[in-house]
T-cell receptor, first 112, second 115 residues
């Protein structure tokens, strides 16, 4: 069974600290992986999309790495801000026509 | 550019009642998805449309759930009759192309509470 796991389920850090969020998947034959942000009462916002041929993607303070051999992706958020408080979900796709397999998310709180 | 629009945002009904959710995707997006998100979990795909055709409805509980996407634009998801376990957030998403290289854009969701 293909599973996506995000640990920890919740994380609290002081403002300015770097955030490291983990995503692991049981089947390494992925097509791509996407990181999303979800604010309370709102839908998901795409942050970064990594194709299987890529090792990382960067956007501003965000950097996502992909290691297919170990079945892991890591989302780094540099110099965290209170506005980064949200739930972060990763989603794995196993073929171009397949559905996303979502993790349960990591709830992040950045304290001023 | 307007995002994915969903209505209503909240719905409270009693069990065995029918309920319907509406979604208007981003203009020009051919692919539309309906997801269900239970509390503390990630979204699970219910159905995917390519234009007006449902190409993946394997996770849709067809005994009580139905969906349509007339003219390949707006979509409606219906539950009849609703059960207590249907309480969740129902998310609609759209993407420009069907291929997996394209980003999905999500609406704000409809929070359903079944009493």
């Amino acid at each position: 069974k293909q599973e996506v796991t995000q640990i920890p389920a919740a994380l609290s850090v002081p403002e300015g600290e770097n955030l490291v969020l983990n995503c692991s998947f049981t089947d390494s034959a992925i097509y791509n992986l996407q990181w999303f942000r979800q604010d309370p009462g709102k839908g998901l916002t795409s942050l970064l999309l990594i194709q299987s041929s890529q090792r990382e993607q960067t956007s501003g303070r965000l950097n996502a790495s992909l290691d297919k051999s170990s079945g892991r992706s890591t989302l780094y958020i540099a110099a965290s801000q209170p506005g980064d408080s949200a739930t972060y979900l990763c989603a794995v796709r196993y073929d171009s026509w397949g559905k996303f397999q979502f993790g349960a998310g990591t709830q992040v709180v950045v304290t001023p | 550019e307007a995002g994915v629009v969903q209505s209503p945002r909240y719905k409270i009904i009693e069990k065995k009642q029918p309920v319907a959710f509406w979604c208007n995707p981003i203009s020009g997006h051919n692919t539309l998805y309906w997801y269900r998100q239970n509390l503390g979990q990630g979204p699970e795909l219910l159905i995917r449309y390519e234009n007006e055709e449902a190409v993946d409805d394997s996770q849709l509980p067809k005994d009580r759930f139905s969906a349509e996407r007339l003219k390949g634009v707006d979509s409606t998801l219906k539950i009849q009759p609703a059960e207590l376990g249907d309480s969740a957030v129902y998310l609609c998403a759209s993407s420009l192309e069907a291929g997996g290289t394209d980003t999905q854009y999500f609406g704000p969701g409809t929070r359903l509470t079944v009493l």
